[in-house]
């Protein structure tokens, strides 16, 4: 293999650790972790790194879970991280004191750029390609974080390639790529608010990202696929052609939105409606649901009760997650993603559970959709499996990968146990494009 393929394959020195077991990884202090904070829940997952074979897997070895309440003070919301944290702590029986934070809803942003690179040489060397995809990473506003760069194509005097065209003759080489930042302030507020719960942030990734990491498969990115995260009160979307993934972002709607609509329309306390959306939600009505009556408690006098058909739930509940759906494939359009020729999409995050999403998936996108769960991770509680425990995993095998870039300069692996030295950092976004295509 030349030297310079290597180089992609391997942007980051990893130190060499016992082979296998999660004992062996937690006595050595190789331990990592991700906090996922959500509109209605924090979720902290830890997990301890195996040497397998050369490969680096994450076996989890606590997660934890907190409610937050839509609209929890600053108080309340450091106590459901730190509510979180513990239970991790406690059921992985260590404590940890970096993770890496995931960032998504309206506060993270895609976006296209084209860099031109004149060569004077007349030959493409390692250089070259690694200049393309800094300038690249560049494109951010001050008010903005820069969180990830990955290369979509090479563009080699007007001849496409996905992979670097190293050592080839040419004039002018050409990077379409996709990076993707976030809003620096949003970021700055929950780091603090994570080191006051006494643990430090050592990286940002994009939660869709993360998402898109326990749910797709490999054929899925390479033939394309949209993967769609129904949070409760942001709905994230991550798009992937040809094995990389070309947009991502979200809008600001959610299933906490659904809960609202059936409180107003059946004048339901808030906590009942999501219950009864819980127990009895539908995309659309069954057969016999307008004989199903549902009983709705009434807001200001507990004791009463309005009746309604079920059938008239599933007329409150379709229209809003149609919306949502809708306002998704517009947003993904405008990040560039070419949404018209979609093949398949996955949906995941608590909203996706929602009876019928599937099929209204495949009736509005046109497309062949599946539920997607978090998959292959070792250790994993069989509650872990439920999607909305997508994002939280998936950013423990986006660090276990060791992808390079992310955050700017610093690498996300959140080490617990032991000095952060032990880890060789390197900056740059040279060879994030390799590793998408062979890790993610």
Not at 25 to 51: E, F, P, Q, T, Y
Not at 359 to 373: M, N
Request: charged share 25%.
């Amino acid at each position: 293999m030349p030297e310079w393929t290597e180089s992609l394959r391997s942007p980051i020195n990893i130190p060499k650790f016992r082979q296998g077991t999660a004992r062996q990884a937690r006595r050595h202090g190789d331990l990592i972790a991700a906090v996922d904070i959500g509109g209605s829940k924090v979720a902290c997952a830890i997990a301890a790194l195996s040497d397998v074979g050369g490969a680096f897997e994450a076996d989890v070895v606590g997660i934890g879970r907190t409610g937050l309440a839509r609209e929890a003070s600053s108080a309340e919301r450091e106590a459901a991280l730190r509510g979180a944290i513990d239970a991790a702590e406690r059921m992985a029986g260590e404590t940890i004191s970096a993770v890496a934070l995931l960032v998504g809803g309206r506060f993270i942003a895609s976006r296209r750029v084209v860099v031109d690179m004149p060569l004077p040489r007349g030959v493409v060397t390692v250089e070259d390609v690694g200049d393309c995809q800094l300038e690249a990473g560049a494109f951010h506003r001050e008010d903005r974080r820069h969180l990830l760069m990955t290369p979509i194509r090479y563009v080699l005097d007007g001849e496409a390639d996905r992979e670097p065209p190293v050592g080839l003759a040419g004039e002018l080489l050409s990077l379409e790529a996709m990076t993707v930042d976030a809003r620096r302030t949003a970021v700055e507020n929950m780091s603090r608010a994570l080191e006051r719960c006494g643990v430090r942030v050592d990286g940002v990734l994009p939660r869709p990202m993360a998402a898109a990491a326990a749910t797709v498969i490999e054929d899925e990115r390479e033939l394309g696929a949209m993967v769609i995260d129904f949070g409760a009160r942001f709905t994230e979307f991550a798009v992937f052609e040809g094995g990389a993934m070309t947009a991502c972002g979200g809008v600001a709607l959610g299933a906490d939105h659904v809960t609202r609509d059936i409180a107003k329309l059946f004048g339901c306390p808030i906590a009942a409606s999501e219950r009864i959306k819980t127990l009895h939600g539908a995309m659309f009505a069954g057969p016999n649901d307008d004989a199903r009556i549902i009983d709705f408690p009434q807001i200001g006098d507990p004791s009463e009760t309005a009746r309604h058909a079920r059938s008239e739930l599933a007329g409150v509940i379709a229209p809003r997650i149609e919306e949502i759906i809708d306002l998704t494939i517009v947003a993904a359009s405008r990040a560039g993603a070419k949404t018209s020729s979609l093949r398949r999409v996955v949906a995941t995050g608590g909203g996706a559970l929602m009876l019928g999403m599937v099929e209204s998936l495949e009736r509005i996108v046109g497309a062949r959709a599946r539920l997607g769960r978090p998959t292959g991770f070792l250790g994993a509680p069989e509650a872990a499996s439920a999607p909305q425990f997508a994002a939280c995993l998936g950013g423990l095998k986006l660090i276990a990968s060791n992808a390079p870039g992310l955050a700017g300069a610093r690498q996300t692996r959140a080490i617990a146990t032991r000095p952060p030295q032990r880890l060789q950092r390197v900056g740059g976004a040279f060879g994030i494009g390799r590793w998408l295509r062979d890790n993610f």
